[in-house]
Each structure stands twice: as structure tokens, then as C-alpha cells.
């Protein structure tokens, strides 16, 4: 069964950094893209980065670019999302989502964490 | 950017209903859009992927259609458990843009 769990979400205050952390399971990590996909609160998703299956491609939303990292480890099955100089419009559930096949959508989706980032 | 307009933004039908929703791309995507479910405080779910296939366990009463600009998510028999809110979303080009979704409400 595939699994994505998020990890790393809390409160942050504007400025500041967090890691969110996505462990994979059920699958060959390795052979698959993965993304970030925020929601705001009460508000549609958007689409935050995509890395490839070997790190050779990596994309980011205009609203995040020069903020944000995506990085990943296909040792320990692992996608990060390193995040710094927070703002408040950067709130949201951050979701890992697994590629159906590469830079083609999400079939398979974590449960979230929430980034809080407020003074 | 490519742009999703996506419609109605809520709707309300009864049991049994078939209900369409509309995803209307601001250039040509081929057949690059998938339609997703995300039921309240749940990850999406995706339903329809190259537009009109089916992902591997949903119910056949969910279909999709269209190409280019214009695309239609339908269900064809309403059920309880259908209430959700759905995207669309674009991977032809980046940003993959997701529509701003439609809520889906029982009548």
C-alpha cells in the first residue's frame, strides 16, 4: 500500500524557516517524481514544486521561488521541502504527492501538515 | 501561466442526479488534465487522469471528457458520498494550476 507521511508543519513566525519532511512507503521511491501542493485554509490548492525521480528536474511556483527548497532522498525514501523567510500568505496544509507518471499530476497524496507562520 | 476556469463554483443536486462540472483552459492542453475529489479535511483524490481515464478503483459513474481548451467531469447518478469539492488541474505546461474547484452539495 502506498503511503506518504508528512511531517515538519507547526507555528513559525514571519522570517522564519521550518523542514517539512514526507516518508514514502509501498512503493520504489526512487523511480518516482514527487511534488508539494499547499492549501490555505479555506482557500484551492496550489501547486508549490516538483522534483524529479533523480533530482534532475526541479520546478518551483513563482510565489515560492528563491524561499523554498525541494530536495530528496532515495536512500531513506524521503522528500524534504526546506522553507525560509516564511510570510503569512505562505499558511496552508502542505501536502506530498507522488507523480502518476513524471510532470503528469498526482495520483497518490499524503495526509498534509499545517504551517502556521504568524506573530 | 495557463490559466483554469473552472464552473460552477458550488452546486447543489439531489440523489441520483447527473451533474456536470466545466474546466476551460486559456490555451490548448492536449488532453494534460486530471479531476480530483477532496472531501472536508482529506487529501484530494484523483479521479480522472488524461482527461477521460478512469484511476484504478473509482466508480464508473465519475467519467471526464474534452481536449484542447475545454473539458467536462460528470457524475452520472449522484450519490451521498459524492459530496466533495473538485479540481481540475493542468500538466501541459508549468505551473501545473489547479481550477479554483466546485463544491458539490446534496440538495
Known amino acids: 500500500e502506498v503511503q506518504l507521511v508528512e511531517s515538519g508543519g507547526g507555528l513559525v513566525k514571519p522570517g522564519g524557516s521550518l523542514r517539512l519532511s514526507c516518508a514514502a512507503s509501498g512503493f520504489t521511491f526512487s523511480s518516482y517524481s514527487m511534488n508539494w501542493v499547499r492549501q490555505a485554509p479555506g482557500k484551492g490548492l496550489e501547486w508549490v514544486s516538483s522534483i524529479s525521480s533523480s533530482s534532475s528536474y526541479i520546478y518551483y511556483a513563482d510565489s515560492v521561488k528563491g524561499r523554498f527548497t525541494i530536495s530528496r532522498d532515495n536512500a531513506k525514501n524521503s522528500l524534504y521541502l526546506q522553507m525560509n523567510s516564511l510570510r503569512a500568505e505562505d499558511t496552508a496544509v502542505y501536502y506530498c504527492?507522488?507523480?502518476?507518471?513524471?510532470?503528469?499530476?498526482?495520483?497518490?497524496w499524503g495526509q498534509g501538515t499545517l504551517v502556521t507562520v504568524s506573530s | 501561466d495557463i490559466q483554469m476556469t473552472q464552473s460552477p463554483s458550488s452546486l447543489s443536486a439531489s440523489v441520483g442526479d447527473r451533474v456536470t462540472i466545466t474546466c476551460q483552459a486559456s490555451?490548448?492542453?492536449?488532453?494534460?488534465l486530471n479531476w480530483y475529489q477532496q472531501k472536508p479535511g482529506k487529501a484530494p483524490k484523483l479521479l480522472i487522469y488524461?482527461?477521460?481515464n478512469l484511476e484504478t478503483g473509482v466508480p464508473s459513474r465519475f467519467s471526464g471528457s474534452g481536449s484542447g481548451t475545454d473539458f467536462t467531469f460528470t457524475i452520472s447518478s449522484l450519490q451521498p458520498e459524492d459530496i466533495a469539492t473538485y479540481y481540475c488541474?493542468?500538466?501541459?505546461?508549468?505551473?501545473?494550476?489547479f481550477g479554483q474547484g466546485t463544491r458539490l452539495e446534496i440538495k
Open positions: 488541474q493542468q500538466y501541459d505546461n508549468l505551473p501545473f494550476l
Open positions: 490555451q490548448d492542453i492536449s488532453n494534460y
Open positions: 488524461d482527461a477521460s
Open positions: 504527492a507522488r507523480d502518476r507518471v513524471a510532470a503528469a499530476g498526482s495520483d497518490y
